[in-house]
């Protein structure tokens, strides 16, 4: 017989059936374990209960046997006794040979065959009291067979003492009469006795067979479930698989529709052939009517394609190699036509194929195209003698076939000449950056069969003229069969681009308007020269300059005027440097200098020299002069680990500190500085306040403005006042980061802040409370830079119409010198939503120098006295006449007025006397978080009753 390996064995177990029958088998070998165990209890009861049985017959033909011989004086019958003792004695000893951790089995059969138990029930027995004695109703049956057995050595007693009593020849009816009396009453006892163990032991049978019966439909009710489970998955499966093979079978059909192609299937077995339908098309047959086998199909190709499509056929069959051919088919008329074919074996078990299926498409159409292609490239060589790039072609052997007019004009050789001449001579190309000849090319696209480019730029070197740039690229030339058969190399003349890209080059580095570097190559020979200086230890120094008066010619001349005075300074400051200095345009008006391995003496005489130039020079435009000066910060470099930004933000902070220094002077930067750290502590407040507004730290707080006259008097409005939280969410003062904002022009970022909070919040008031306005109207500061900014009009009308805010519940405020600094944009911006029904508040009235001047020409509702006066106005008599001043003439005007920095009732009782309209300050109430604020109006209870 044939034996399989092992693994073969395994693989050739079906174990998707196997999964599927596993649970039932597992369930109907359960069932017989608990069958056979079943059959093992209740024939151990029975055996026992057969047990009990013999005994009790025993222990009454053993009292029956003591009465007789008590009455006859006949030892048989004592003999007899005797017996049925020793059988119902041996039972006691069974059971106690079965008891302990190693019962004595061999002992206890023996015993058990003595105490005349059937051979067939004595197994039973013993696994029955082994294995269930601690049972509940084995506990009770064994515990009243130990009972019965004292009663059967009672009896054994009794009889022995009946015996002696009679074999002394003192046997009187009286002197028995005590014995029989106990002998008959053990009789009862065990009677009795065997009456309950066999109803304990019936008992115990039918619980034993309940449970049995619970049992077996229990797992009767499991094999249910699993027959509807298996039978629920089987059919599932089945519909699954139904279901894909008839999604198969149609996306086939799409499939073998769309494609056009014709299907063919090949069965070696029988060597049935399968021609479709598109596949009789295919050769002009009808569908159903070409009867074909391999043999007369295989003729059907065509004489010179035969041979090798066979051979192709064979090699597939045997080693599995690709199936894909062209070759041509006699059709139904007789005419060939072009196809491809290609196929795939289905192999059996041992390897060998046993079918074969492919497709058949016609390519009659392309190999015509390709003839045809062919056939054309004689026609090419006249087009490539009148196109604009030079051409030329080489053979394999790299030698030049031919060369276009443009090719002998860029390579300085004659189209004859050049004739077998090899490529390399009269195409040699090197790296335009480092010299070098650069490998053949042509050399490559023959060795590869590729399309070869150049990796950088290349020029060419020409027989009798300098070198030009070019570009080129080489591909192969192929036959209708694919070989490579040469190459052609295209190339043009590169120069005019490559001087295109210079410039460009130059113009990434270079400021397009003075013609210096730019701010990025500054940057980038800094950060060079910083890594030098801490790898060679040398000192270095870098100038930061910025004009003085640049935007005064800017807005008094002009754009044009303003870009030529840059153009003369960057010509005025070019010359007063060292060679190898580094000066470039850093943006605007702004300059700087890279002085490498200069000390910090010769760098502060550089810039000194430098601001001097600057300050000598006059600027003249259109019959215009103007001087301006130049703020320059000096950073020197030593340190080796200073970083480009910590260099540059050196430089600027001390450029800044040269300008508030009274401008046109020479800062050198130093670390220790109170200054410096002042700036830098700005500087530094750029960066956190650009965080706080991404984070939403900021958080604003309200303060109401207040009448002097008391309750009745309604109040202008609550200010809105602007804190900070920091990173540890403790609250900032304005004052600490106010003027960062302001110096590098963040304000305009934060008004906006500003103003979208508060009206979020006051239309979430409004939405609350069904469009109540929240009672009086609200006050917004609003810097000089948001009011010059493009724009920022629209943002507030549009801030009204997405919030739907009421524009008489919002009064702006705007200081004095912002308004006088853009009086002009200040008015529009006041005019223009003062006309919706805005107010406008003048913010610290009284500290400009043209005060009176201005406030005639603004729209303004309120006049807020600057707190400098109003602080200490009851001790210094100066501040209290302006108070009283600006009071009076801001009443003929119209306007209302305000005192800020009202600190204490006496303050405010004078300011009632002089007649101002409202007060703020600590004295009416403290700042509190917007929302939080419980009353406008709330002045100190003596003023208010006042």
Not at 912 to 926: E, K, L, N, P, S
Request: charged fraction near 25%; charge should be negative; hydrophobic fraction near 45%.
């Amino acid at each position: 017989m044939l034996e399989l390996a092992p693994s073969a064995f395994m693989a050739s177990i079906p174990w998707h059936r196997v999964r599927l029958a596993w649970p039932f088998a597992v369930i109907v070998a359960l069932m017989l374990v608990l069958c056979n165990a079943s059959l093992d209890v209740m024939s151990g009861m029975r055996a026992l209960s057969n047990a009990e049985g013999a005994r009790s017959k025993a222990l009454a033909y053993a009292v029956r046997d003591l009465e007789q011989y008590a009455q006859m004086r006949d030892d048989d019958a004592y003999e007899r006794f005797l017996a049925d003792m020793a059988a119902a004695t041996a039972l006691r000893d069974a059971r106690v040979a079965l008891e302990g951790p190693s019962p004595d089995l061999k002992l206890a059969m023996r015993r058990l065959t003595d105490a005349r138990v059937a051979p067939d029930d004595i197994e039973s027995l013993c696994n029955l009291y082994r294995r269930f004695s601690r049972v509940g109703f084995m506990t009770t049956a064994i515990a009243l067979w130990e009972q019965a057995d004292a009663q059967v050595a009672e009896l054994a007693a009794a009889g022995k003492a009946l015996h002696a009593t009679i074999a002394g020849r003192k046997a009187n009816a009286e002197a028995l009469q005590p014995t029989l009396v106990q002998i008959r009453s053990l009789d009862r006892g065990a009677v009795v006795a065997g009456d309950t163990i066999a109803a304990t032991l019936a008992e115990g049978s039918r619980q034993t067979g309940h449970f049995l019966m619970l049992i077996n439909a229990a797992i009767g009710l499991v094999l249910v479930l699993i027959a509807i489970v298996a039978t629920y998955r089987a059919v599932r499966n089945r519909e699954g698989v139904q279901d894909d093979l008839r999604v198969s079978e149609e996306r086939f059909e799409y499939a073998v529709l769309a494609s056009n192609d014709g299907i063919w299937d090949w069965s070696l077995r029988s060597e049935h052939l399968f021609l479709s339908p598109r596949f009789e098309s295919l050769l002009g047959f009808e569908p159903g009517t070409m009867q074909e086998t391999p043999a007369s199909f295989l003729k059907r190709i065509h004489p010179r394609d035969r041979h090798a499509a066979a051979n192709g056929l064979r090699s597939h069959l045997r080693s599995g190699t690709s199936f894909d051919f062209e070759f041509r088919i006699r059709m139904e008329d007789g005419s060939y036509r072009w196809f491809r074919t290609r196929g795939r074996s289905v192999l059996r078990p041992d390897g060998r194929p046993q079918r074969m299926a492919g497709a058949l498409t016609d390519i009659t159409d392309r190999k015509q195209a390709e003839a045809q292609v062919f056939a054309e490239k004689e026609r090419a060589q006249v087009t490539l003698a009148s196109i604009a790039d030079a051409v030329i072609t080489v053979d394999t052997s790299g030698r030049v076939e031919f060369l276009n007019p443009v090719a002998e004009r860029l390579t300085g050789w004659r189209n004859e000449d050049a004739q077998k001449t090899p490529v390399t001579k009269v195409f040699a190309v090197m790296d335009e950056s480092t010299g070098i000849d650069v490998p053949d090319p042509v050399a490559r696209a023959l060795r590869d069969g590729c399309i070869v480019e150049p990796d950088g730029n290349v020029v060419l070197r020409r027989k009798n003229d300098a070198p030009i740039a070019i570009d080129h690229s080489v591909a192969p030339i192929r036959d209708r069969l694919g070989a490579v058969i040469g190459a052609v190399l295209v190339f043009h003349d590169m120069s005019r681009e490559r001087q295109y890209a210079t410039r460009l080059a130059h113009l990434a580095s270079h400021d397009p308007l003075t013609g210096l570097l730019n701010r990025r190559e500054f940057e980038r020979r800094l950060s060079t020269v910083l890594v030098d200086g801490a790898q060679l230890g040398v000192n270095h120094a870098v100038l930061y300059l910025d004009l003085d008066q640049f935007k005064l010619v800017n807005d008094t001349c002009g754009h044009a005027a303003g870009d030529e005075l840059l153009r003369q300074i960057a010509l005025l400051l070019r010359p007063r440097l060292r060679e190898g200095d580094t000066l470039a345009r850093l943006g605007g008006d702004e300059f700087g200098v890279l002085l490498e391995h200069c000390a910090a003496g010769p760098a502060l005489h550089i810039a000194q020299m430098l601001r001097t130039a600057v300050a000598d020079f006059r600027f003249v435009w259109k019959d215009r002069a103007f001087n301006v000066g130049v703020s320059v910060g000096v950073v020197n470099v030593s340190d080796a680990s200073q970083t480009l930004a910590a260099v540059l933000s050196a430089a600027d902070a001390a450029c800044y500190m040269a300008k508030d220094n009274g401008r046109n002077r020479v800062q050198v930067y130093s670390p220790d500085s109170n200054e410096v750290a002042l700036r830098h502590g700005e500087m530094e407040w750029v960066n956190r306040l650009h965080s706080a507004l991404a984070e939403h730290r900021f958080c604003l707080f309200a303060q109401p403005v207040c009448g002097t006259r008391g309750d009745s008097q309604t109040p202008p409005y609550t200010e809105l006042l602007l804190r900070l939280r920091d990173e540890n969410n403790q609250l900032i003062p304005p004052a600490e980061f106010l003027p960062a904002a302001e110096r590098y022009n963040l304000m305009p970022d934060i008004d906006r802040w500003v103003i979208t909070t508060a009206f979020g919040m006051l239309a979430q008031h409004l939405e609350a409370n069904g469009g109540e306005p929240i009672g009086e109207s609200m006050a917004i500061n609003i810097s000089g830079a948001s009011i010059g900014e493009d724009g920022f009009l629209d943002f507030v009308r549009n801030q009204f119409t997405q919030f739907r805010i009421p524009h008489t519940q919002i009064c702006f405020e705007i200081t004095e010198t912002t308004a006088i600094t853009s009086l002009s944009k200040a008015t529009d911006f006041m005019l223009a939503l003062q006309r919706l029904g805005c107010r406008f508040a003048l913010d610290d009235f009284g500290v400009g120098v043209s005060s009176f001047t201005y406030l005639k020409n603004l729209p303004v509702d309120f006049l807020k006295i600057d707190g400098s006066f109003v602080t200490d106005m009851l001790q210094n008599p100066v501040n209290y006449a302006m108070v009283e001043a600006i009071h009076r003439i801001g009443h003929i005007m119209g306007k209302k007025t305000i005192a800020e920095s009202v600190e204490s009732t006496e303050i405010l009782d004078a300011l009632r006397t002089i007649g101002v309209d409202y007060a703020q300050g600590f004295a009416i109430a403290r700042p509190a978080i917007f929302g939080q604020l419980k009353r406008s109006n709330a002045l100190p209870r003596r003023v208010a009753a006042a």
